[in-house]
């Protein structure tokens, strides 16, 4: 038996495949020949399949990205990106065309019983702990994606906090693409023990160039422990993105995400969570698209036990010729009785082109739940506008202030100062200012 | 203040207002009271200048210049001020942005510069506490999540900071218990002034108890059927609107 060949990108794998870390690993090796098969039979998803069916992600066939390699990357470094976007305020780690970089992160200080280490020193430095976490919260079945990162990825990151242990400060993983035609594929555990507690900030930058960053993060929140993850999707508008994050929640655990879709040429985020008894999960969202941007939102919140609690808004801001696109799903078991879900999505559209297509999906398999969902797709509430009118403020300086405080409200959500005047910065670059007056904020 | 002469006014074609006529002068303060439909909302909406109606005769003449000519937002930096039945709530603009957006909006109409950013916190906050509200409020998002007491204080406590002429309550009183009402009603008396006027729509006579009207005028079908003093409005209360209707018809 013969099998076609879906991609291009299969016939570059063997001069890549030396250069991947854990070479040595049995049970990494099986995993990534699965994935390579997998991703090989397919190439990467096709409108054809429905969790696909709004993003054509060909021009990634087309283009035929290629990892960088190691220490060619070092000089070409942007340090003005990396004074813009790297916080001051947290421990960060800088991983610059998909390899992590020593010399610009900042570690010191860490509690020695957390562990931050690059996934590849991870990989041979504690093989087996990595064995547990690598696929499991999500596997190469998922779409191929998933599998072309499992079998490409070049390194990434190891996030453990053990038992009880809070970390005081956030941890940034700053992703920056440096090149033309690079690609950056990288995988990132995070595991927090049961009880601990840990806010991630997964910062995407580039330069000016086009290029392929396709990540996957894997998130595991012990018992009555809270993640907080927030990703800062700021990649340079010609590149194309790809991010997924899958999570598995514990007993009790809680999962917060806040997802701002700012950059990208085309860019496409998966959040997937399944949530284990009485765990809660809270999933916001927000995407902005300007000229001929293509932002694709898929998140799957998994009750899988009863007594869960789940809270999603996504708010998309399309102008210009963009679209946004919102697939959300909540998966109800049967067995997860006493389910609490509300998932909303929200869109604005600024111009006739604009195009925001919404698909909220309820699959509920309990008799005894309490699920919601609403979908908007429109223009800015005339009543908003009067109100405004009639507190002094004129027509168009009311649309720019209800515009940006559409926006602004998912913004106001994020308790990390400097990471909220980032993500503030983003919004207001984006869209009118005539009104908004940023000192008065 | 306010001249009102033979004021028509359509909506979808239907008339609702049915040649209003009101004159209003310095520091008076005028109750509308009406029946449901009366066409009570309408003639606070007109005033202010909301979308939807289609002015079909008459004239609205304020402090000496066309109204009904001025866009909203004119006529609220001109001094006109309408405090909504249904505050609306938005999210992302807090409190005091807006507050600090609205007060500057009427200082640049009138070649004044910027409010002075310290002046305006203390000002902010002496009238936050005369309205007997949490500092939080201010930097809260306007109207997010308040009560509907909540939303009414806020309505007067921007009423407060942008000292306008000509105050139209909308129903201010719907949907606030005892307390709050009592408030809300301090916080108008508060503001009463020889060069301030105000106009109160309101279907109940509750509210005329926390603030003494001048004059009371009767709404039904569209035109004013009966005007008088305070009195008016308890009588109104004892017999029912159907007394003036009543009344109406058998002219």
């Known amino acids: 038996m013969t099998t076609a060949i879906a991609s291009r990108y299969t016939a570059e794998y063997p001069t890549i495949a030396p250069t991947l870390p854990g070479q040595n690993l049995v049970w990494l090796t099986a995993l990534r020949q699965e994935a390579l098969s997998k991703f090989s039979a397919l190439g990467f998803p096709s409108l054809r399949e429905e969790e696909w069916r709004y993003t054509n992600v060909s021009a990634i066939e087309k283009k035929l990205f290629a990892p960088s390699v190691i220490g060619k990357v070092q000089e070409t470094v942007s340090k003005e990106l990396l004074s813009k976007y790297q916080l001051a305020d947290a421990w960060s780690v800088v991983l610059i065309d998909g390899h992590f970089c020593a010399e610009l992160s900042a570690l010191e200080g860490l509690p020695e019983t957390v562990t931050i280490m690059s996934m590849a020193d991870a990989l041979a430095q504690q093989p087996d702990n990595l064995e547990r976490y690598i696929n499991q919260a999500v596997n190469n079945d998922e779409h191929s994606f998933v599998a072309f990162n499992t079998a490409w990825f070049t390194d990434g990151l190891f996030v453990h906090v053990p038992t009880k242990l809070i970390l005081e400060k956030p941890v940034q993983v700053l992703h920056l693409s440096t090149q033309n035609d690079a690609l950056a594929t990288t995988r990132t555990v995070i595991v927090a023990e049961d009880m601990a507690d840990i806010k991630v900030i997964e910062t995407f930058v580039g330069m000016d160039a086009a290029y392929l960053s396709a990540t996957v993060t894997e998130v595991f929140v012990g018992c009555n422990a809270d993640v907080t993850l927030y990703k800062m999707q700021c990649e340079s508008d010609k590149a194309y993105h790809f991010g997924g994050i899958y999570v598995k929640q514990a007993k009790d655990a809680r999962f917060t995400h806040h997802n701002f879709a700012f950059g990208g040429l085309l860019a496409r985020s998966d959040i997937h969570t399944d949530l284990d008894t009485a765990s809660e999960c809270e999933l916001n969202g927000l995407y902005l698209g300007i000229n001929r941007q293509h932002i694709d939102n898929h998140t799957r919140i998994n009750h899988l036990k009863p007594h869960g609690i789940s809270r999603e808004l996504y708010k998309g801001v399309l102008d210009d010729r963009a679209r946004g696109v919102f697939q959300g799903r909540v998966i109800v078991a049967e067995d997860a009785q006493k389910t609490d879900s509300q998932m909303n999505n929200r869109n604005l559209l600024l111009s006739n082109d604009a195009e925001a297509d919404t698909k909220p999906q309820l699959e509920i398999y309990a008799d005894d739940v309490k699920c919601a969902h609403g979908v908007t797709v429109g223009q800015l509430d005339e009543k908003s506008i009067f109100y405004l009118q009639s507190r002094c403020i004129d027509e168009e300086t009311a649309r720019n202030m209800l515009t940006f405080a559409f926006a602004n409200e998912m913004v106001d959500k994020i308790k990390i100062k400097s990471l909220h005047d980032q993500a503030l910065e983003q919004v207001l670059i984006r869209f009118p200012q005539e009104g908004v007056n940023k000192e008065w904020l | ?251």
């Open chain 2, 1 to 251: 203040m306010l001249s009102i002469k033979n004021l028509t006014v359509n909506v979808n074609d239907k008339q609702i207002l049915k040649g209003i006529n009101l004159e209003i002068k310095p520091g008076e303060i005028h109750a509308i009271m009406g029946p449901n439909g009366s066409g009570k909302s309408t003639l606070s909406h007109i005033l202010s200048g909301k979308a939807g109606y289609t002015v079909t005769g008459g004239s609205v003449t304020y402090q000496g210049k066309d109204l009904l000519e001025m866009a909203p937002e004119i006529r609220a930096r001109e001094g006109v001020f309408l405090a909504f039945q249904y505050p609306v709530e938005i999210p992302g603009v807090s409190n005091i942005y807006l507050l600090k957006a609205a007060l500057n909006s009427i200082r640049k109409h009138h070649s004044q510069p910027e409010v002075d950013a310290m002046d305006f916190l203390t000002l902010v906050k002496d009238k936050v506490r005369l309205l007997e509200m949490d500092e939080k409020f201010l930097y809260r998002a306007v109207n997010e999540g308040f009560s509907g007491g909540e939303k009414k204080r806020n309505e007067i406590l921007q009423m407060a900071i942008l000292e306008p002429k000509l105050c139209i309550l909308d129903e201010t009183d719907s949907g606030l218990d005892i307390d709050a009402l009592k408030i809300v009603s301090e916080g108008v008396n508060s503001l009463r002034a020889a060069d301030r006027s105000f106009v109160m729509v309101t279907h109940y006579q509750r509210l005329l108890d926390y603030i003494k009207p001048d004059f009371v005028h009767v709404l039904a079908h569209g035109q004013i059927v009966k005007s008088g003093g305070a009195e008016l409005a308890l009588e109104l209360e004892e017999k029912g609107y159907s007394w003036v209707e009543d009344s109406k018809a058998a002219i």
